[in-house]
């Protein structure tokens, strides 16, 4: 069912190729956004994923495009904020929804993957906070970050939860300061979520076995 409760807005969703990405493109554009889609890696299902869902939200009359960019790098992350001032001269909404973390253990991490953890949940969301922030001055935007039941509840094998958890702090400061500037920032966490994330996720964590199978 459509709506026009977003018209003339411009929306970015980090990590919108599939998932709870995905599901909030759709959403946003049946409700009347125009929508730029990110996924991480050129090449792969999730490219083929983001032009799957780029086909579908244009044939609901919204502008929309799909851009490869790694937001844990900060040159990537800027020729997207580019590209997207380019291509709408606006944002509206920046929902940071982009995460990768291996699922162990926190003290069995690898250098690397510590450092994967990092500069992609936490350093790649506060470097997409800064390059969106000159377009959402202009009409007073709005920032939501999708966090996890991982910041509240211990899971031995998630430490992306430690990510969210952080990103929670950084959410409530940037609420204060950027609220001078008629930023909203939020967080906002839906709870379990059947994704492809939740079928490892299950294989870790005893209690989501008793979850019924259909919610």
Excluded: H
Aim: aromatic share 8%; hydrophobic share 40%.
């Amino acid at each position: 069912m459509q709506s026009n409760a977003f018209e003339g807005k411009v929306a970015l969703i980090t990590g919108s190729s599939r998932g709870i990405g995905s599901a909030i493109a759709r959403k946003l554009a049946l409700s009347g956004a125009d929508v730029a889609l990110n996924f991480r890696k050129a090449g792969g299902s999730s490219q083929a994923q983001g032009e799957k869902l780029l086909k579908e939200i244009t044939e609901m009359g919204r502008r929309s495009f799909l851009i490869q960019a790694d937001i844990s790098q900060k040159e990537s992350v800027k020729k997207l904020f580019d590209e997207i001032n380019e291509k709408f001269g606006q944002l509206d909404l920046l929902i940071l929804n982009a995460a990768k973390a291996p699922f162990k253990p926190i003290e069995k991490l690898l250098e690397r993957e510590l450092r994967q953890l990092v500069e992609t949940n936490y350093l790649g969301n506060i470097f997409c906070i800064q390059q969106a922030l000159p377009l959402l001055k202009k009409n007073g935007g709005k920032v939501v970050f999708i966090s996890s039941l991982g910041s509240r509840f211990y899971n031995p094998s998630y430490p992306l939860g430690n990510m969210k958890a952080a990103m929670e702090s950084v959410v409530r400061d940037c609420a204060e300061s950027l609220g001078e500037e008629n930023i909203s920032v939020n967080a906002v966490c839906g709870g379990i979520v059947k994704t492809d994330s939740f079928k490892v996720l299950r294989l870790y964590w005893e209690e989501i076995s008793l979850m019924p199978d259909e919610f």
